[in-house]
């Protein structure tokens, strides 16, 4: 059984930082990992693409955290991180992982999503 699981959310203000992480377990099934992202989703809007990143380590970010915020991984945890740096109000959301998992036996790819976490930043 593959799982996501997000950590790291919290209540910060304006100007402050976090940083979130995001594990696949379930390694005896994992063949491999591909793309790994974190979108968000704020009360009342749809979700949106935040940031995401390759199994090479190339980067693709929303254009409004362009700057601000790292996503990053490690292969060999199969964890991805995403640092957030000046937080703003409007960042405020639920911020969820997602990640290509190939499975080990069967070669399948699934797209796989956490439950997410939340991120509160107060003005």
């Known amino acids: 059984q593959v799982q996501l699981a997000e950590s790291g959310g919290g209540l910060v203000q304006t100007g402050g930082s976090l940083t979130l992480s995001c594990v696949a377990s379930?390694?005896?099934?994992?063949?491999?990992?591909?793309?790994m992202g974190w979108y968000r989703q704020a009360s009342g809007k749809r979700r949106e693409l935040v940031a995401a990143?390759?199994?090479?380590?190339?980067?693709n970010y929303a254009n409004s955290v362009k700057g601000r915020f790292t996503i990053s991984r490690d292969n060999a945890k199969n964890t991805v991180y995403l640092q957030m740096n000046t937080l703003k109000p409007e960042d405020t959301a639920v911020y969820y992982c997602?990640?290509?998992?190939?499975?080990?036996?069967?070669?399948?790819?699934?797209?796989?999503w956490g439950q997410g976490t939340q991120v509160a930043v107060s003005s």
């Open positions: 997602t990640a290509n998992i190939r499975l080990k036996f069967t070669n399948q790819e699934y797209d796989y």
């Open positions: 379930g390694s005896g099934f994992i063949g491999r990992v591909n793309n």
């Open positions: 990143v390759t199994s090479g380590g190339s980067t």
